[in-house]
């Protein structure tokens, strides 16, 4: 469904009109003429260099944040963003979204059939909190996972990272994001008041990572490769939301790039091991094993 559905937006284009993009940064600045609701700032970076190519995660469009896959709409000014600039905040929000999307991604494979695993939500990020975060409803109780479990989350999203999958981004009408999401009843109870906040009054914004497809208003960043080797899922709690039992995972991860020694990368460990509190006004939870 979310492949029709992009297919039929981008077949709405009449016909290729070309834009002014005036791109700033290093190594120099420069004008492209690219084509209109078809070129992203991906294909900026990709005139330019092979570096900007690697490095870049995210951008500022006309100084609006925007995913490196996002179409641009009308002359505009491109910055691209990286992990080792001055001012990373965006950059990082946009990798800790994407972390805890690639979680919910993880969750699904890893879950024998007989789990039926039900993704809830994830938090904004805050990378304060020190972990990023995905909860989520599981037909076992009192259940409890144990290192092992939660070191094949780990690894399941190694495995999408070292796939260097593109985060794929699509607007859509609340009817079709409601049909799509049909069979999960927590995103079916969610979806109509996401669409009341947008713009329009009527749209939810999906992604969509291989053949997974979830709620969020983005931005992500490019691919899955920014994913670091440095990843753990450290902790999964057992919480009450809203008078739902959910279940809490918790992970903390770096990019590729950031390098940190083991002991400081296992305190890091350790922190997002801690039930993360965010969005909770009062939560009873199970000590992760």
Known sequence: MFSKELNRQRNLIPRVEKIEIQYKGAPEEATLLLNKGISTPLDVAQHLSEDLVDQSGLALVNVEVWDMGRPLVDDCTVELMHFQME?????????????????????KLVFKEDINVLLHSFPAPNVSTGSFIYDASMNVS????????????????HRLAEQNLPFERIVVKQNLAAEMFAENSHKSKQIPAIAKKSKSGDSVTLYRVGNHVDVSGGPMVGDTSFLGRRCTIAACHK???????????????????????????????????????????????????
């Open 87 to 107: 001012e990373p905040f965006h950059i990082n929000r946009a990798f800790w979204r994407s972390c805890s999307f690639l979680l919910g991604a993880a969750l």
């Open 142 to 157: 009192d259940w409890s996972a144990t290192k092992e479990e939660l070191m094949a989350i780990s690894a399941a999203m």
């Open 239 to 289: 919480i009450d939301y809203d008078g739902q039992s959910l279940y809490r995972f918790q992970g903390v991860a770096l990019p590729k790039g950031v390098l940190l020694d083991h002991v400081a990368f296992g305190l890091l460990e350790k922190r997002a091991s801690k039930l993360n509190e965010i969005n909770l006004h009062s939560a009873q939870h199970v000590s992760p094993a």
